[in-house]
């Protein structure tokens, strides 16, 4: 990357920009958030000019500075950008630029990278702004300590190193997320007071409870309007989320905005010569809301090599149609309905390896039980591949049950500290990946599986938190390491085999983060198939992830997790919006169900194209206040050229409201003109009217045509459904 001598350097793309001024000692922001547009030599000087802070009484004596690495050295009193210790010194970072790199990107954006030194604790700090083509902004620190003659010999505990962002005034309303098993990622609104707002993970994973995602932005900002600031830490391990608004402000900016890993003590000690590369946090910026926010984050993600490409195939999971009743011939009998409702992927869940006949024994000893098994998976995984299935199976590589041959032989492997362990989650310890033998027994055993059953798909579980990670006569924590080893294991696995798909599954959504992503091909959003939890959850999961990458099954009623009765077709409607798959006994199926879930098969295959490639819109039906702001819902896909777009209208619980009014329908041209259908192949939703409206019974016969104006900006009068009911409408652009 070449060098650079301009004083100031801007980093645009997709109508967003960040502008860094080369000051010294350490570099500035200026700006991030709205492209500026391109800035003459006259226009960046007043951009810096504008830069300057007022002096503030009973201050120090300068305007404040919010820079690229911010420290208490420049009157910075918020959270800074990294500290530690030199044995107890050296814990006054005075950073001063050593080199200045900058490359742009042809098709938009470019990298930025800006190298800091600290003489007094002989660390090194490079900063990397990459702004990709989205408009979306991924930023990280590497941290070195220096090596050479006369380098201390001590190592350097380093206790955070975080990536921060300004962000202005008007930005005054926070959002992000939490939950619980089965109802991940609930949103959660509140003002921008003064102080620090921070989330701390502390899970060894991000968590059902996750942040996932800290946005701010205009208050109340929806999904089609308002402005919105947000950043997402792509670390599959304990992180740190936060926004902070100082009386005195930041610079000539309100607040900050960051994140990054959430470091435990004594875990990452730098000897001369060692380093500590940050997690990349994800900035982006948006003036068109959540779906704004949303669709740059999508394109990022789709402009990835590595994101899956051709179809994604739907899938049936065994674990709600069996559980632990691994009967082979049950299985084929599953396997055939399986195919002949139009099933692409079959995947057998837990229960197949050594002595697992419940939750309570087996994790660890990765091999075929034979005797359930006698003849091994050949068989089953044979029938899947003979009816034109690829074939799955379940892991929970990181985890290890006491009961296990794994956990008598190795018990070294086991994460706890050395006085003992503390009590188990789910009949289940932690085993220590980081551990070499352990690492390699992983591998060895899950690549021979790969290979000799052909198995194209792993999904790849993690069903408890990780306390008390350390290992060791010392304690020593490895939380950190934890997530480096998992990730060269999962490296490793792909590289052997090209082509293998892996799903990060986290007693439900409880690993969902970019960082995972980077190595795996989908998500299990969450362990709960209730429609009714799915909707909110697949909605709030759709902020950072497109649908291709987010499991949506269809499952019985009643639902495994809440033993809700729920309809076929409001199951089936929900499922549609994701990775799609089945959890549930076909075998068990009437005629007519088994009619109605082939249909929605070919709807799948026929819509993929569109759900998977389009653009997600979700409707602003109440403020964000509303309490039953999700008792009634309008989301959908709209093709990218605007050809084309389905939207679901959904009912979850009952309301005050007897009729709704017009609802407009989002991501449209009001200049075109459209035809209008409601697809009716998985069954008409209950609905508490005895008819109309007008437009909804002509279009239930056929296609309507309605121009965009209607559609867009003053809407259509949907019908009053019952509780737990979805409606599917489909949208063409008029010839």
Same mark, same amino acid.
């Given at each position: 990357?070449?060098?650079?001598?301009?004083?100031? $350097?801007?980093?645009?793309?997709?109508?967003?920009?960040?502008?860094?001024?080369?000051?010294?000692?350490?570099?500035?922001?200026?700006? %991030?958030?709205?492209?500026?547009?391109?800035?003459?030599?006259?226009?960046?000087?007043?951009?810096?000019?504008?830069?300057?802070?007022?002096?503030?009484?009973?201050?120090?004596?300068?305007?404040?500075?919010?820079?690229?690495?911010?420290?208490?050295?420049?009157?910075?009193?918020?959270?800074?950008?990294?500290?530690?210790?030199?044995?107890?010194?050296?814990?006054?970072?005075?950073? &001063?630029?050593?080199?200045?790199?900058?490359?742009?990107?042809?098709?938009?954006?470019?990298?930025?990278?800006?190298?800091?030194?600290?003489?007094?604790?002989?660390? @090194?700090?490079?900063?990397?702004?990459?702004?990709?083509?989205?408009?979306?902004?991924?930023?990280?620190?590497?941290?070195?300590?220096?090596?050479?003659?006369? &380098?201390?010999?001590?190592?350097?505990?380093?206790?955070?190193?975080?990536?921060? /962002?300004? #962000?202005?005034?008007?930005?005054?309303?926070?959002?992000?997320?939490?939950?619980?098993?089965?109802?991940?990622?609930?949103?959660?609104?509140?003002?921008?007071?003064? =102080?620090? !707002?921070?989330?701390?993970?502390?899970?060894?994973?991000?968590?059902?409870?996750?942040?996932?995602?800290?946005? #701010?932005?205009?208050?109340?900002?929806?999904?089609?309007?308002?402005?919105?600031?947000?950043?997402?830490?792509?670390?599959?391990?304990?992180?740190?989320?936060? $926004?902070?608004?100082?009386?005195? =402000?930041?610079?000539?900016?309100?607040?900050?905005?960051?994140?990054?890993?959430?470091?435990?003590?004594?875990?990452?000690?730098?000897?001369?010569?060692?380093? !500590?590369?940050?997690?990349?946090?994800?900035?982006?910026?948006?003036?068109?809301?959540?779906?704004?926010?949303? @669709?740059?984050?999508?394109?990022?993600?789709?402009?990835?090599?590595?994101?899956?490409?051709?179809?994604?195939?739907? $899938? /049936?999971?065994?674990?709600?149609?069996?559980?632990?009743?691994?009967?082979?011939?049950?299985?084929?009998?599953?396997?055939?309905?399986?195919?002949?409702?139009?099933?692409?992927?079959?995947?057998?869940?837990?229960?197949?390896?050594?002595?697992?006949?419940?939750?309570?024994?087996?994790?660890?000893?990765?091999?075929?039980?034979?005797?359930? %098994?006698?003849?091994?998976?050949?068989?089953?995984?044979?029938?899947?591949?003979?009816?034109?299935?690829?074939?799955?199976? %379940?892991?929970?590589?990181?985890?290890?049950?006491?009961?296990?041959?794994?956990?008598?032989?190795?018990?070294?492997?086991?994460?706890?500290?050395?006085?003992?362990?503390?009590?188990?989650?789910?009949?289940?310890?932690?085993?220590?990946?980081?551990?070499?033998?352990? %690492?390699?027994?992983?591998?060895?055993?899950?690549?021979?599986?790969?290979?000799?059953?052909?198995?194209?798909?792993?999904?790849? @579980?993690?069903?408890?938190?990780?306390?008390?990670?350390?290992?060791?006569?010392?304690?020593?924590?490895?939380?950190?390491?934890?997530?480096?080893?998992?990730?060269?294991?999962?490296?490793?696995?792909?590289?052997?085999?090209?082509?293998?798909?892996?799903?990060?599954?986290?007693?439900?959504?409880?690993?969902?983060?970019?960082?995972?992503?980077?190595?795996? @091909?989908?998500?299990?959003?969450?362990?709960?198939?209730?429609?009714?939890?799915?909707?909110?959850?697949?909605?709030?999961?759709?902020?950072?992830?497109?649908?291709?990458?987010?499991?949506?099954?269809?499952?019985?009623?009643? *639902?495994?997790?809440?033993?809700?009765?729920?309809?076929?077709?409001?199951?089936?409607?929900?499922?549609?919006?994701?990775?799609?798959?089945?959890?549930?006994?076909?075998?068990?199926?009437?005629?007519?169900?088994?009619?109605?879930?082939?249909?929605?098969?070919?709807?799948?295959?026929?819509?993929?194209?569109?759900?998977?490639?389009?653009?997600?819109?979700?409707?602003?039906?109440?403020?964000?206040?509303?309490?039953?702001?999700? *008792?009634?819902?309008?989301?959908?896909?709209?093709?990218?050229?605007?050809?084309?777009?389905?939207?679901?209208?959904?009912?979850?619980?009952?309301?005050?409201?007897?009729?709704?009014?017009?609802?407009?329908?989002?991501?449209?041209?009001?200049?075109?003109? !459209?035809?209008?259908?409601?697809?009716?192949?998985?069954?008409?939703?209950?609905?508490?009217?005895?008819?109309?409206?007008?437009?909804?019974?002509?279009?239930?016969?056929?296609?309507?045509?309605?121009?965009?104006?209607?559609?867009?900006? &003053?809407?259509?009068?949907?019908?009053?459904?019952?509780?737990?009911?979805?409606?599917?409408?489909?949208?063409?652009?008029?010839?």
């Amino acid at each position: 990357m070449p060098t650079t001598s301009a004083r100031i $350097v801007a980093l645009r793309a997709a109508g967003t920009s960040l502008v860094v001024e080369m000051t010294e000692p350490v570099p500035r922001v200026l700006h %991030w958030g709205a492209d500026l547009g391109d800035l003459s030599d006259a226009d960046l000087a007043a951009l810096s000019l504008t830069g300057e802070a007022a002096v503030l009484n009973s201050s120090i004596d300068c305007g404040r500075r919010f820079t690229v690495w911010p420290t208490e050295a420049e009157g910075w009193s918020g959270t800074p950008a990294h500290h530690g210790h030199l044995v107890g010194g050296a814990s006054a970072p005075r950073l &001063a630029t050593s080199a200045v790199e900058h490359r742009q990107d042809p098709r938009g954006g470019g990298e930025l990278r800006i190298e800091l030194a600290d003489a007094g604790a002989g660390l @090194d700090v490079a900063v990397t702004y990459r702004m990709e083509p989205s408009g979306v902004l991924g930023v990280h620190a590497d941290l070195t300590r220096r090596a050479g003659e006369g &380098a201390d010999p001590a190592p350097y505990d380093l206790a955070q190193a975080v990536t921060l /962002l300004p #962000v202005p005034r008007r930005a005054g309303e926070v959002l992000d997320f939490t939950g619980k098993w089965s109802r991940e990622r609930s949103p959660q609104r509140r003002p921008l007071a003064h =102080g620090t !707002y921070a989330r701390e993970v502390r899970r060894g994973k991000p968590g059902l409870d996750s942040p996932y995602l800290l946005a #701010v932005g205009t208050p109340g900002f929806g999904f089609r309007s308002g402005e919105v600031w947000a950043v997402h830490v792509a670390w599959s391990g304990d992180q740190r989320f936060l $926004v902070e608004q100082l009386p005195e =402000g930041a610079g000539v900016h309100a607040a900050a905005l960051g994140g990054g890993e959430l470091l435990r003590a004594g875990e990452v000690r730098l000897a001369p010569g060692e380093g !500590y590369r940050t997690p990349v946090s994800w900035y982006a910026w948006s003036a068109d809301g959540l779906d704004g926010l949303a @669709d740059r984050f999508h394109t990022l993600l789709r402009a990835r090599p590595q994101h899956p490409a051709g179809p994604r195939p739907l $899938v /049936l999971n065994s674990w709600e149609a069996v559980y632990f009743d691994h009967d082979l011939d049950r299985l084929l009998r599953l396997v055939d309905k399986a195919a002949d409702v139009g099933v692409e992927r079959f995947v057998l869940d837990d229960g197949w390896f050594l002595g697992r006949r419940s939750d309570n024994a087996g994790l660890g000893d990765w091999q075929v039980d034979p005797e359930v %098994w006698p003849r091994g998976l050949s068989p089953l995984a044979d029938h899947v591949r003979a009816r034109g299935m690829q074939f799955g199976l %379940w892991f929970e590589p990181e985890m290890v049950n006491p009961d296990s041959e794994l956990a008598r032989s190795h018990p070294d492997w086991v994460l706890g500290p050395a006085a003992g362990r503390g009590p188990s989650s789910r009949n289940q310890y932690v085993l220590d990946v980081t551990n070499p033998d352990a %690492w390699a027994y992983l591998l060895d055993s899950i690549d021979a599986l790969v290979t000799e059953y052909g198995i194209a798909y792993l999904k790849w @579980d993690h069903n408890r938190d990780l306390h008390e990670a350390v290992h060791g006569p010392a304690d020593r924590p490895v939380a950190h390491a934890q997530v480096v080893a998992l990730y060269r294991l999962l490296d490793t696995l792909k590289e052997r085999h090209p082509g293998l798909e892996i799903e990060s599954c986290s007693s439900g959504g409880g690993r969902v983060d970019l960082g995972i992503l980077a190595r795996t @091909d989908r998500v299990w959003a969450s362990d709960c198939n209730d429609p009714v939890e799915r909707q909110s959850i697949q909605r709030w999961t759709g902020q950072l992830l497109p649908p291709e990458l987010v499991g949506a099954h269809f499952g019985p009623s009643p *639902a495994h997790t809440t033993h809700r009765e729920t309809s076929v077709s409001f199951r089936l409607a929900t499922a549609l919006f994701g990775h799609a798959g089945i959890e549930q006994d076909l075998t068990t199926c009437t005629d007519e169900e088994l009619a109605r879930i082939t249909a929605w098969t070919a709807m799948y295959r026929e819509l993929r194209p569109l759900l998977h490639g389009g653009r997600t819109v979700r409707a602003d039906l109440t403020g964000p206040d509303d309490p039953q702001r999700e *008792a009634r819902l309008l989301h959908g896909v709209v093709a990218l050229d605007g050809s084309a777009a389905l939207y679901c209208w959904a009912r979850t619980a009952t309301s005050t409201e007897a009729q709704f009014g017009r609802v407009q329908l989002p991501g449209l041209a009001a200049k075109e003109r !459209y035809d209008v259908r409601v697809r009716t192949e998985l069954g008409l939703p209950s609905m508490h009217q005895t008819g109309g409206p007008a437009w909804l019974t002509a279009a239930l016969e056929g296609w309507v045509r309605l121009p965009g104006a209607v559609l867009t900006r &003053a809407g259509l009068p949907m019908p009053s459904l019952n509780p737990g009911q979805a409606l599917l409408i489909e949208v063409r652009r008029a010839a």
